[in-house]
């Protein structure tokens, strides 16, 4: 009441100074805004699949639109819902699962969305390590998953021949032994990482077992408190430490910015995201493979499964009823085998559904690139446990932001991994409590 | 007359070169960067001199586009900042010379008021009150178009500050002068005034024009349709690939061009611009 | 304040005025009124749920240790830039000043980093700089130095530095050029016959009398380094390795653009205002001296 009265007041003032012209929307066809944060190549490939499922009906006009990064994306829709222009769907990353789950009044669960629009959803038909980390605790799906990867660990084939490394590590004390080769063979560092927080802490919880937070990572309810600052994951902090020393690890920053250290043969393994693959294949001047990440034999016989990044697609309450069912048509539509493969062969994005898999098998694609199926592998190795099902944290993105400076200081000697853990632990559960406060 | 000591002379020759060389180092770079192809650039050591790729680079840019998905063309995109840099150039300046004029020569109830409430948003950058000027911004459906790309941006008084400063220091004789021979106010501001801020408004239309040019925050928020993306943006979002290197040839290049409009207007009004900042230290 | 003599009272001053203060009612004052009032929130993103928490966002900010070294780093990433490039300016701008020849064409190749926006600044030095690849990392990786600023909070900041200085340079070289080209040349030319070579006179001479250039851009410098060198920050370091780069202006947005908490970011929103609104008078002040001589 009190926004509108302002509103209409300014409107009054200002519409004395500008005419605002707005273009009459003269066309049959509904538009449903999509918001995405697809750049560069994989932008052009959104462009595609919104061509073509509008090219498919006539009804519904899918116009997709590049907000920015993951974090502007979400940050824009935000803003954009609490003044109510927001789009229908918006694409947000893992991190931002609790925030948009929390906010309650303003998501429409897909689901539901799918159910209200009389288009039955297949859960069985995804894959569980993929969908569970999307789901409520009684398994409604929230958001529709689009794209997803996991950490895999990229090698070198030429400098591991070089350095005399046979086998491809395995576990850990494997991949310092491998890194000593590399060094001794004049190479600059033995492995990178990046994403570090995904990969070597979420993803290493999961890998072997271990929790990140209490209450099931977060999913059974808002008063979870992070735990990682358990032996376990100092251990692995304080091993990388260590090797940084000898140059066995060697840091390049956060997000995928130690790229370039493994196009450049600096390093001969690096610990990232399965969507790489595209990059990678462009511009490496070398023979490449993907394995299943290292773990460590002594917390763990066999490695559990890996936890999946990326982002899902979110609908937004707020529009016109009608409006819905294109949506409901287009997730449909987004979810069938073939697109799924297409955008799973395009782009190294683990394809989300058994049946965009298996049609990929059929096709050949794993047979004409070898390793591209690490991921998917790693990902339903084992059903997944409460540890592996995905990590569900509020303010995440500022606790993201709070153990990727924990561990930088780890890292540039301020501080040790033990210390570091602890911190972050501490750091991190006031911003839950925050979440919870401000979410009950 | 001066002693001429040709060792000092050589010295500050030297020290300028020296300077000149810091300053263009950063450009030549760029330039190098354009000039390769995508390949070349993700390769340690990068070049320090050109490769032959620059008009490949060139039209790449410009006949395929640039950004997400290269659909955007980065004539579009320069041709946005250009109006976006003139509105906010032109529009502060109108509104900032009527309102100098006012609290200068103007008693009437609220001028301090006016006064004040202008001078507190002097230099308060936008992106720290981001958030709620978007949704003043949206209410009023100012969203993609020009408008809510500038108007906003036009609310700081650092135009206004500067012609009361200007008006300040005109002689009061003038206006008594101007008034027997019976001038009214307007005539007053369009025959005197304005002529002698001349140099004043040429100043800062090369400050607001390169404010207006190099803005990416505000336009990243407040457009969703391409045809709206300005040039600065447009680069920034280059640099935001999602898992994927950014193609520095093309980064490169687009910066490069973003570059050229700006410095133009600098480098063309200098002597203009120095005169009117100097005149009146603001 | 206002002219001795002025108009008649009318409506037109009211008319005069309008637009500015439309404008800035709508666009700054509002949406100002409006961060302070969410500073006093604690509320979700979406504004679904709202609390009202009275001054609990800023105890929170006053008793956090990490806002107080974000406070000291942006005092001392400031003077760092402001000393840096006054001083650089300085010593280019007498050296332009003494040489008789070819002082615009100097003066023309200095001055347009000016034109380059801050992230396009930022973007370059990054790339210059890029552990990996960058050029100049490559020569230092020569010379036995290490360079990594995404490890390395030191080279970070150093990094950034030398971004919002070489960018800053320009503005500050035009200044003084123009200040020192102000002084009349029969003062030097007294001092040059009474023996006083071209060091002393510079201290002795034309430093004392640009002064006032000197203090009025400290202030600008100040400002600028406080405030506009956000897209640098923004496109080169994000505030890491660990917080080391993390300046005032780039946590608000940090915290309230990425981080989502509104009302935290509104609160340091407050205190940054509060902070330009002084700096805004201590200057005014200043000025108003000056022209009232």
Redesign the interface.
């Known amino acids: 009441m009190k ?1 509108h009265l ?2 209409t007041l ?2 009054i ?2 519409a004395t ?2 005419t ?3 273009a009459g929307n003269s066309l049959a066809t509904t538009d449903i ?1 999509w ?1 995405h ?8 490939r ?2 595609k699949i919104a061509n073509d499922f509008n090219a498919s009906q006539k009804e519904y006009k899918i116009v997709p ?8 994306t ?3 829709a ?8 927001h ?1 229908h769907i918006v694409q947000v990353f893992e991190v931002g699962t609790a ?1 948009m789950m ?5 998501v429409y669960p897909v689901e539901e969305m799918m159910n209200d629009a009389g288009l039955k959803l297949d859960k069985s038909a995804f894959l569980p390590a993929v969908i569970s980390y999307y789901q409520t605790s009684d398994g409604e799906l929230l958001s529709m998953p689009f794209n997803s ?1 996991t950490p895999v660990m990229w090698y070198n084939k030429d400098a591991f021949a070089k350095a005399g490394i046979k086998e491809v590590p395995k576990t850990w004390p494997e991949v310092y032994e491998a890194s000593k080769k590399l060094v001794a063979a004049g190479y600059k560092g033995g492995f990178s990482f990046g994403w570090q927080s995904w990969v070597m802490l979420e993803n290493f919880g999961a890998w072997h077992n271990i929790e990140v937070g209490s209450k099931e990572n977060g999913f059974a309810g808002l008063d979870t408190e992070f735990t990682f600052n358990n032996a376990a994951v100092k251990k692995v902090m304080a091993d990388v430490a260590k090797g940084q020393k000898e140059h066995l690890f060697l ?4 997000r ?2 130690s ?3 493994f ?2 043969e ?1 390093v001969g393994m690096w610990l990232n ?1 399965s ?2 693959y ?2 990678i294949k ?2 490496a ?1 070398f023979e490449f493979g993907q394995a299943m990440l290292p773990y460590y034999p002594e917390l763990i016989d066999k490695p559990q499964n890996s936890i999946i990044g990326g982002a899902t697609l979110w609908v937004l309450k707020g529009h016109e009823k009608g409006d819905y069912k294109g949506v409901a048509e287009f997730m449909n539509y987004l979810a069938s085998p073939e697109v799924q493969a297409w955008w799973h062969q395009e782009t190294g994005y683990v394809p989300i559904t058994t049946a965009a898999y298996e049609l990929s098998k059929k096709q050949g694609f794993y047979e004409k690139n070898p390793g591209t199926d690490t991921a998917i592998q790693q990902l339903s190795l084992n059903t997944p446990t409460p540890n592996s099902k995905g990590v569900r944290f509020g ?1 995440f ?2 606790v993201r ?1 709070i153990i ?3 561990m ?2 780890i ?2 000697g ?1 501080k040790t991994a033990s210390d570091a853990m602890d911190d972050a632990v501490k750091r991190g559960n006031k911003l839950l409590r ?1 979440f919870e ?4 | 007359m001066i002693e001429k000591r040709p060792m000092v002379s050589w010295f500050s020759h030297a020290v300028l070169l020296l300077g000149i060389a810091m300053v263009a180092f950063p450009i030549w770079i760029t330039f190098v960067g354009a000039s390769h192809d995508a390949i070349r650039m993700t390769q340690a050591p990068l070049p320090l001199l050109p490769g032959d790729q620059f008009f490949v680079n060139l039209k790449a840019v410009f006949v395929q586009g640039v950004g997400n998905a290269k659909e955007q063309s980065v004539g579009l995109m320069m041709f946005n900042s250009l109006v976006m840099a003139m509105m906010i150039a032109v529009g502060k300046i109108t509104i900032s010379l009527l309102s100098a004029y006012a609290i200068v020569y103007f008693r009437f109830p609220f001028r301090m008021l006016f006064f004040w409430m202008i001078f507190i948003t002097l230099m308060l950058p936008v992106e720290v009150r981001i958030l709620p000027t978007f949704e003043v911004v949206a209410n009023l459906g100012m969203l993609n178009n020009y408008w809510g790309l500038t108007v906003p941006l036009i609310a700081s008084a650092t135009a206004t500050f500067m012609f009361r400063q200007v008006f300040l220091t005109v002689p009061d004789e003038l206006l008594e002068a101007a008034r027997i021979d019976g001038a009214g106010p307007m005539r007053f501001f369009w025959d005197i005034l304005l002529p002698i801020s001349r140099t004043n408004i040429a100043a800062l239309f090369v400050i607001l024009f390169i404010y207006g040019w190099n803005q990416y925050l505000w336009p990243l928020l407040i457009t969703t349709d391409k045809s709206m993306y300005t040039i600065v943006m447009g680069i920034k979002q280059m640099l935001e690939a999602a898992e994927e290197a950014p193609e520095w040839h093309l980064i490169m290049m687009t910066t490069l061009l973003a570059m050229i409009p700006p410095v133009m207007v600098v480098v063309g009004m200098q002597k203009l611009f120095i005169k009117g900042l100097t005149e009146t230290e603001k | 304040m206002l002219k001795r003599t002025h108009f008649k009272p009318s409506a037109l001053p009211y008319l005069l005025v309008a637009p500015q203060i439309i404008i800035t009612v709508v666009f700054f004052i509002w949406p100002a009124s409006q961060a302070v009032y969410q500073s006093l929130l604690l509320e979700d993103p979406f504004g679904l749920r709202t609390e009202f928490i009275w001054f609990e966002n800023y105890v929170e900010l006053f008793t956090d240790s990490i806002y107080f070294s974000t406070f000291l780093r942006t005092i001392v990433f400031s003077s760092l830039v402001a000393f840096l490039s006054l001083f650089i300016a300085l010593i280019l701008a007498a050296m332009a000043d003494h040489v008789v020849r070819g002082t615009t064409v100097y003066r023309t190749l200095l001055i347009w980093p000016y034109a380059v926006a801050p992230v396009v600044a930022g973007t370059i030095w990054m790339f210059i700089f890029d552990p990996t690849l960058g050029i100049v990392s490559y020569l230092l990786h020569f010379v036995g130095y290490d360079w990594n600023h995404r490890l390395n909070g030191g080279q970070a900041m150093a990094l950034i530095v030398l971004a919002a200085t070489w960018k800053q340079i320009s503005y500050n070289f035009l200044f003084f050029l123009a200040g020192m080209q102000s002084i009349p040349k029969s003062l030097i030319e007294a001092a040059a016959i009474d023996g006083a070579g071209p060091a002393r006179r510079f201290w002795t001479i034309i430093f004392p009398l640009i002064s006032p250039t000197t203090f009025f851009l400290m202030v600008m410098n100040i400002v600028y380094a406080f405030f506009e060198t956000f897209g640098i920050v923004h496109a080169v370091t994000k505030g890491g390795p660990a917080k080391s780069t993390e300046i005032l202006v780039y946590k608000v947005f940090n915290d309230g653009f990425i981080g989502l908490d509104l009302g935290g970011s509104a609160a340091q929103s407050v205190i940054l205002m509060i902070l330009v609104i002084a700096l805004t008078i201590i200057q005014f002040k200043y000025i108003e001296r000056k022209v009232e001589y």
Do not use: H
């Not at chain 1, 840091?251 to 956060?254: A, L, S, T």
């Open positions: 926004k302002t509103k300014f409107s003032a200002m100074a500008f605002v012209g707005c805004q918001w944060a697809m750049g560069g190549v994989n932008g052009e959104v462009n639109v590049y907000k920015g990064n993951y974090t502007e979400m940050t824009a935000i803003a954009s819902f609490r003044a109510k222009k789009p925030t929390a906010a309650k009044g303003a990867s840091y390049g920053g956060r995928g910015d790229l370039p250290m196009i450049n600096e995201s969507a790489y595209g990059g462009k511009q001047k303010n993105v500022q932001d990727n400076e924990e930088e200081a890292w540039n301020s925050k406060k401000a979410n009950k």
